[in-house]
Antibody, heavy 127, light 111 residues
Framework: EVQLVESGGGLVQPGGSLRLSCGAS????????MSWVRQAPGKGLEWVSS??????????YYADSVMGRFTISRDNSKNTLYLQMRSLRVEDTALYYC??????????????????WGRGTLVTVSS | QSVLTQPPSVSGAPGQRVTISCTGS?????????VHWYQQLPGAAPQLLIS???NRPSGVPDRFSGSKSGTSASLAITGLQAEDEAHYYCQSYDSTLNGWVFGGGTKVTVL
């Protein structure tokens, strides 16, 4: 079955760290660009970060709101995507979705999209 | 405030046609980047509805259609059904931000 399963969410204090994981199955993981998209409670979707597939050399992209605090990475041997989050803020509280693009980079052609979503993992930043 | 602007809500009676606009700028939609649309049912993850402005993935009813012109795009739902009640989001790429941008989302209510 083609699916993405996120894990690693939880409650963390402001200034703390957390690492999210996303396990992929049912497709050749190393080929495709992967991303994290978050959704704060009752709010809309916000792109967080992307990493290209093997043909893109693992190029990374970050939203300004997380640049310098979050690091995206992937382990193609384990079919797993990661998001290391540091210096967490209250405004980082959200459901974090793992997302797959149908190309090796999000900038292919006229811009890629998400063709497969996980169910999300909840991150709560609160004291 | 989202880079792509959508109306917060639209509504229509069953069978009617509704449209959702998505307005961007010269660094995203106006720069000829594609616009994609997602449907998010209550309590569920988003799902791809329209890719590359006008393309419907397999399984998406032909009641849903997309268009793009200049710095804007639109999603149309014809023959509105109760099961279409959901939030809808547009998405594109922005060359200034060097990443994806989403609209703020539109809640569709079937009266």
């Amino acid at each position: 079955e083609v699916q993405l399963v996120e894990s690693g969410g939880g409650l963390v204090q402001p200034g703390g760290s957390l690492r999210l994981s996303c396990g992929a199955s049912g497709f050749t993981f190393n080929i495709y660009a992967m991303s994290w998209v978050r959704q704060a409670p009752g709010k809309g979707l916000e792109w967080v970060s992307s990493i290209s597939g093997a043909a893109g050399g693992g190029r990374t992209y970050y939203a300004d709101s997380v640049m310098g605090r979050f690091t995206i990475s992937r382990d193609n041997s384990k079919n797993t995507l990661y998001l290391q989050m540091r210096s967490l803020r209250v405004e980082d509280t959200a459901l974090y979705y793992c997302a797959k693009a149908p190309y090796y980079d999000i900038l292919i052609g006229q811009g890629a999209y998400v063709d497969l979503w996980g169910r999300g993992t909840l991150v709560t930043v609160s004291s | 405030q989202s880079v792509l602007t959508q109306p917060p809500s639209v509504s229509g009676a069953p069978g009617q046609r509704v449209t959702i606009s998505c307005t961007g700028s010269s660094s995203n939609i106006g720069a000829d980047y594609d616009v994609h649309w997602y449907q998010q049912l209550p309590g569920a993850a988003p799902q791809l509805l329209i890719s590359a402005n006008t393309n419907r993935p397999s399984g998406v009813p032909d009641r849903f259609s997309g268009s793009k012109s200049g710095t804007s795009a639109s999603l149309a739902i014809t023959g509105l059904q109760a099961e279409d009640e959901a939030h809808y989001y547009c998405q594109s790429y922005d060359s200034t931000l060097n990443g994806w941008v989403f609209g703020g989302g539109t809640k569709v209510t079937v009266l």
